[in-house]
């Protein structure tokens, strides 16, 4: 980034009070997903409002009609003059924090050691929407050109979007956009800015299988009872073939894979096996082994299992059967698989493989959003590219992520714009895990990207 | 039981002080696993000893040497005249009484119910092993004659008795018996006496697979990372052939397989798959489905998982990679396995079958005690017959006990005394599990028990 840049100066004059509001944010353990914290979305929504509104946007607050009633805000600011609307997406809500114990900082006091904020949400999604936002504020108060501008923050990205999902096309007129921004991704491993080229789709699965309906003692009924933990082992393996690949029949029938120059460029930034070691503690091997990491993460579904438990899982020997046993799914998605349809095949083929003696339950179930993946030779992207060189002399990569936004495909569908997703994550932000921080430097180049994207776009 | 019984006349005579001082015992939270309550074993200890002392016996207090210091109660009274001596075991510790919130009294504030006491150790053993001692004191107290008595009463039987049996051999001496007498078991489902003829021994390993050195987020890194809840899974899955068989080379080879008469006897007492169905909740269908359930209880060897853990346990969904799975395995073993061999054999399965990409280590690791098995010819036996027709018309019906004292081989091979195993537990009293109660009637059952065993003994 450019030492003496527009929105660099505008960070450091107005410091103090950037930060004082940002960790009013960080503070409110805004978890979507939770009926305990709606007050805390609520109180977010309100401060998210107060801001825009204060920026000359009119604002709204919206609250879905079905499932949780988590704020959505939604903001309109037009441009005389302009031609092109952008639409802004971002989200406040936050992953859980658990476990608390590994957090060295309070999840919900932001911490600001050697240049990076510690906090649930610092990155993931606070810190990079809010960081955009203030782009735009510096451009409206030193009176710059800029297009007609909406801007969407909701509460449910980590759970799903539902409520946004089913909000969007009663809005969508409303939504119209020529270009979705959203800055929620990261840049490459070796920190050349990126342009997402995809994203995947998410949807969640919880299966349940009970036995007795006690936990048992394992000496008189070890050998005779069926036990859930064994069953569920049994059943969970039977989900990927050895080689990693998915074994669910008709989950994967429907993915387009990636062309040749997809895989090319996609390869082309890849971390060897011993950098990415090095980064998170173990090789590469999950998943379909055959092919390369980058390829998986991009083109490819998974089935993975974020939660097991079953039985006494404290200190020390307990021993019983256990009367039940939990896995918690979720499923990544890729063009052009149908999330009614993986969701269906990965049901029956749970029901199929449940081994005898238990009852298979299902809970949790979100059907969820698909993914999407844009042509590299969109316009769009040829004008991120330029912005981007501006920031940095090294050219931009393609990333063709592993990670969901949920309601991407569904706003780029209602909303007929081109979505546009340029973040400044860096793996070290550890988001969604215990002690998620964010640079000051990192927060600075959502800035800058914002004001200069914007300021490309105010035609 | 007889309604007149001189037991129950003394049990009734002085019921208000033996709930006291019973309720005292079952007050304390005497987990011998957990040094965070070694105070109360220690108290338990205390009160039990001050016990024994009022009845006659020379008592001392033991600690051992390795491992947790929870102390052994060892107590002796020899009668004149007698040339027979009886060796009583019971233990004062207790499972841990997780989940608290499936009680519906607290686990540790004795409550009696529909002539039931509702406690954490009510039946197990705290309940029959006071009962048993009151047996010798109503004798005691009536001036009956008794064989010469030595008492073993320890802490750590939940937890494999590591320090007794590290003990036994250096006092072997002391304990020199003739008939080794425990009331740790419980009774046919109908009802009718058992006489114990076998129990299994139990061992313990917990299994832990790394992946990555944090939680991941699921989508970045799905499909590429290694998920040790799904390599848990598939390792845990190799424990077992379909059939429900155990899959681990070299842990069955030893395996004695009953006689034709064993298995008689077994299945002549053996519920219906409907009973079964109807009092716990589920059809028995674990372990190796095409052995008669008595026959896998009593005769076979199972690897079962008593707790599994991975990821994000609470409610809602978090969409991470777990860094680490956790499985704690106990296993119950039949004579001839040898307990090294068995553990050996178990840990090299794992090694061999844990998916790549996890590093793989074993903790709480205790090689724990064999499996003893008694002809059904032995005398002892014999005189319990006869002692339990007394108590109930119905002949009473020999068990091979899926269940484990871990202790009790050791105590045979060391004291040279036959062991005798009666004991009154019912299903319903959910040993090992929440809401664990033990009836007024079940405890005169063990009293009268022990009063007529030991005139049985005493000459």
């Not at 979705?180 to 949807?203: E, F, H, K, N």
């Not at 002399?393 to 063709?400: G, Q, Y």
């Amino acid at each position: 980034m450019s030492k003496t840049s527009f929105a660099l100066t505008y960070f450091n004059e107005n410091r103090a009070t950037i930060l004082e509001e940002w960790y009013t944010l960080l503070r409110l353990p805004t978890l979507g997903a939770d009926q305990n914290h709606l007050g805390d979305c609520a109180r977010a929504a309100a401060i998210l409002k107060k801001s825009l509104k204060a920026m000359g946007f009119a604002v709204e607050i919206i609250t879905p009609e079905s499932g949780l009633p988590v704020p959505i805000v939604i903001a309109e600011r037009p441009a005389t003059g302009a031609s092109t609307t952008v639409l802004f997406y971002g989200h406040y809500d936050v992953q859980p924090a658990d476990p608390a114990e590994a957090w060295n900082t309070p999840p919900y006091e932001p911490t600001l050691i050697d240049g990076r904020v510690y906090a649930r949400g610092a990155q993931d999604n606070k810190g990079q929407m809010f960081a955009f936002l203030l782009g735009i504020k510096a451009l409206i108060e030193a009176g710059k050109p800029l297009p007609n501008i909406k801007i969407i923050v909701e509460g449910q990205e980590e759970s799903g979007s539902s409520g946004l999902m089913e909000l969007a096309p009663a809005i969508a007129k409303k939504l119209r956009a020529d270009v979705l921004l959203v800055s929620d991704t990261s840049c490459a491993a070796d920190g050349r800015p990126a342009i997402i080229a995809s994203l995947r789709g998410i949807q969640n699965l919880t299966v349940t299988l009970k036995g007795a309906d006690y936990d048992l003692h394992s000496g008189v009924h070890g050998g005779v009872a069926p036990n859930p933990a064994i069953g569920m082992a049994k059943l969970l393996a039977t989900l990927h073939h050895e080689s990693g690949r998915i074994a669910v029949a008709g989950f994967s029938d429907e993915v387009v894979l990636p062309s040749k120059e997809e895989i090319e460029l996609s390869l082309s930034s890849q971390q060897s096996e011993r950098e990415y070691q090095k980064e998170i503690g173990c090789l590469p091997l999950g998943g379909e082994r055959a092919l390369e990491p980058a390829l998986r993460a991009g083109f490819h579904p998974t089935i993975e299992v974020n939660g097991l438990f079953s039985g006494h899982c404290g200190h020390g020997t307990k021993t019983v059967i256990p009367s039940s046993a939990t896995a918690k799914l979720s499923m990544r998605l890729v063009p052009d698989q149908n999330i009614e349809r993986t969701l269906s095949a990965l049901k029956t083929h749970l029901e199929a493989h449940c081994p005898p003696g238990f009852q298979i339950s299902f809970s949790e179930i979100v059907t969820g959003a698909p993914g999407f993946r844009l042509p590299i030779s969109s316009p769009i992207f040829k004008l991120a590219e330029d912005v981007l060189l501006e920031m940095d002399d090294r050219p931009p990569v393609f990333r063709w992520e592993g990670a969901s936004i949920p309601v991407v495909a569904t706003l780029q569908k209602v909303t007929g714009a081109a979505p546009l997703l340029v973040g400044f994550g860096r793996e070290e932000d550890k988001i969604h895990c215990p002690n998620e921080s964010f640079g000051l430097d990192q927060f600075a180049q959502v800035m800058e990207w914002s004001t200069l994207i914007l300021e490309a776009l105010a035609f």
